[in-house]
């Protein structure tokens, strides 16, 4: 077992509940001191996780949150999200809102947790979403946050280098307490997790095992990179499409002509 986490500090933003609360409660049991920063309380507080309110679209608020530490080792920008909106139903002041969250706030923690990862060599994990890694119908704003945000972690990773490490993970669809308004109840639940090559939705822990593992010295040589947690991605439609069965004689081979 890597027990390079015990007795570090780690922050973990927007770390109160769903995905959140997973990954504060993983490096909790990690041995971590954890501080989970929002603007609410948690509803259920997480054992061996310490709350701070915090506005994290207030830099002034972040700076001095970060000031006020006495070392820190780890921060999971977790913080982020986006109800569904499609573009035209909204102005460009309240797509930028989505992006603010998504992606300048992760920047805002990062500077402001600089000098005192630098010091401790430490790490941070970017949660990003497959959102920004394809079309995001009805979150599109939310999708470009992500994208820019596996661009921001990879050239942060090279800036910071060798002091801090930083990568992002690249979380899939999630079964979180939220997820019946995402996807329609039970019924959608299980629908859209047909859809998963595994057969299920993640679940915050296995989000916060990916997180651990990135913060850990498992992962010493790793920066820069993005993880996809997402239990096998996407389904491609055209295989729901195809008529032609494994039996056909001349069937062409994806990705090759004739």
């Known amino acids: 077992m890597d027990n390079s986490l015990r007795g570090s500090t780690v922050v973990v933003t927007g770390g109160t509940r769903g995905v959140g609360a997973g990954i504060a409660r993983a490096f909790a049991e990690a041995g971590a001191r954890v501080l989970a920063c929002a603007r609410r309380p948690p509803e259920h507080q997480v054992d061996g996780v310490e709350f701070t309110a915090v506005d994290l679209r207030d830099p002034p608020a972040v700076r001095a949150f970060f000031a006020g530490l006495p070392r820190l080792d780890v921060l999971v920008n977790n913080a982020g999200g986006t109800p569904y909106r499609r573009l035209a139903d909204a102005d460009a002041e309240r797509h930028a809102k989505v992006i603010e969250l998504n992606l300048i706030t992760p920047l805002t923690a990062s500077l ?60 899939g669809m999630v079964h979180t307490g939220s997820s019946h308004l995402h996807y329609g109840g039970p019924d959608g639940i299980a629908a859209v997790s047909r859809t998963v090559p595994l057969g299920r939705l993640a679940l915050p822990a296995d989000v916060g095992a990916a997180a651990l593992f990135l913060a850990s010295d498992a992962a010493a040589y790793i920066s820069g990179a993005s993880l996809h947690v997402h239990g096998g991605g996407e389904r491609p439609a055209f295989l729901d499409a195809a008529t032609a069965g494994p039996d056909v004689p001349d069937a062409p081979t994806a990705g090759k002509e004739g």
């Open 112 to 171: 402001a947790a600089y000098e005192h990862l630098r010091h401790s060599r430490g790490s941070i994990v970017m949660v990003g979403s497959v959102s920004g890694g394809r079309p995001s119908p009805g979150s599109a704003a939310y999708g470009a946050a992500k994208a820019g945000l596996a661009n921001l972690a990879a050239s942060m990773a090279v800036e910071w280098a060798p002091e801090i490490r930083v990568n992002t993970l690249v979380a």
